[in-house]
C-alpha cells in the first residue's frame, strides 16, 4: 500500500511498520494446547467442587448452604499441602469464630462494642493456641455473620450452621485435591 502524494498524485512506495504488535501464531503451539487444556480441566474441577459443595449441603438441610460452595472455592488450592495449610487455618478459625460469636451474641447481644470486644477476644485465642492471622481472619468473619446478621434462631444454631457450613466446604476441598490433584505445572494457579 502506498502513500499518495495530493499534490502530484504519485504513489510513494515507503511503508509505514507499526513498532511492537505482536503477531499472531498460524498454527497452535504445543505448550499453547497444554495451557488451554489445563485452564478447561482447571475451570471443570473448580466447578464441580463447588457443585457437590452446595449438594451436600442443602442434603444436611442447612439454611445457609452457600456458603458449602464458597468455601471450597476459596480452599481449594493446587497441591494437597496448600489445600490442608489453609483448610486447617480457616476449620480452626471458623470453630472459634462460631464459639465466641455465639457466647458474645447470648451475653452481650449483637451490638457495636460486643462486636468490638468479640473481635480483640479472637485475636487473644489465636494467639494462645498458636494459630496465624490467616485463621483470625476467618474467625472475624465468622463472629461477624453469627453476631451482627439477624436472626429468629438462637446464636447457637447459627454458629453451629456456619461451623457446618464451612466444614463441608472444606471437606469437599480436601477430598477433591486427593481425588483429583492439579498437576504442578498447571497455569491455572
Do not use: C
Not at 502506498?2 to 511492537?20: C, H, M, Q
Not at 453451629?160 to 466444614?167: D, G, T
Amino acid at each position: 500500500m502506498g502513500i499518495s502524494n495530493t499534490t502530484t498524485g504519485e504513489v510513494s512506495d515507503r511503508r509505514e511498520k507499526l513498532p511492537g504488535l505482536p503477531t499472531a501464531p498460524n498454527k497452535p503451539t504445543e505448550a499453547g494446547l497444554r495451557v488451554r487444556r489445563q485452564v478447561v480441566v482447571h475451570s471443570v474441577r473448580t466447578a464441580l467442587a463447588g457443585i457437590v459443595s452446595l449438594v451436600v449441603a442443602r442434603l444436611f438441610g442447612l439454611s445457609e448452604a452457600y456458603w458449602a460452595p464458597i468455601t471450597t472455592l476459596v480452599t481449594t488450592q493446587s497441591s494437597l499441602r496448600e489445600t490442608s495449610s489453609l483448610s486447617w487455618h480457616r476449620f480452626i478459625g471458623t470453630g472459634l469464630g462460631a464459639l465466641v460469636g455465639a457466647i458474645v451474641a447470648i451475653q452481650l447481644g449483637p451490638n457495636l462494642l460486643a462486636f468490638g470486644a468479640g473481635v480483640f477476644v479472637l485475636g487473644l485465642l489465636y494467639a494462645l493456641v498458636g494459630s496465624d492471622r490467616g485463621a483470625y481472619r476467618f474467625g472475624s468473619v465468622t463472629l461477624a455473620i453469627v453476631l451482627l446478621v439477624p436472626r429468629t434462631n438462637s446464636p447457637w444454631h447459627m454458629a453451629f450452621h456456619r461451623f457446618a457450613e464451612v466444614s463441608i466446604g472444606i471437606g469437599i476441598a480436601l477430598v477433591l485435591t486427593v481425588l483429583w490433584p492439579e498437576s504442578e505445572d498447571s497455569p491455572a494457579r
